[in-house]
């Protein structure tokens, strides 16, 4: 199993700053790391995450804005969030997963923190 523990998170004015923290704990070698969010009625959707060491992907409402890093070492991944706007504002999820081959096919399986609301407002 994997235990997923997120820091950071609060509020901020538009055009602010924050950075989000997870590590991931337990004996599952993950593939990749990330950060979701939902927001109140909204389905929950990728914000960032990092295959392996380096390989990041973002959301396009996020691109160029936030800044996602993964530390394989310490087991952690951090989201550094600028230029943040009123939609931005969500819980924020932190993802991990692992994958298998069985058979021909790859078996996922996924790991969520708990949680933190980022909330964006004047």
């Known amino acids: 199993q994997v235990q997923l523990v997120e820091s950071g998170g609060g509020s901020v004015q538009p055009g602010g700053s924050l950075r989000l923290s997870c590590e991931a704990s337990?004996?599952?070698?993950?593939?990749?790391m990330g950060w979701y969010r939902q927001a109140p009625g909204k389905k929950r959707e990728l914000v960032a995450g990092v295959i392996g060491r380096d390989s990041a992907n973002y959301a396009d409402s996020v691109t160029g804005r936030f800044s996602i890093s993964r530390d394989l070492a310490k087991n952690t991944v951090v989201l550094q969030m600028n230029s943040l706007k009123p939609e931005d504002t969500a819980v924020y999820y932190c993802?991990?997963?692992?994958?298998?081959?069985?058979?021909?096919?790859?078996?996922?399986?996924?790991?969520w923190g708990k949680g933190t609301l980022v909330t964006v407002s004047s």
């Open positions: 993802n991990a997963y692992s994958e298998v081959i069985q058979g021909l096919m790859p078996l996922r399986t996924d790991y």
């Open positions: 337990g004996s599952v070698r993950l593939n990749g």
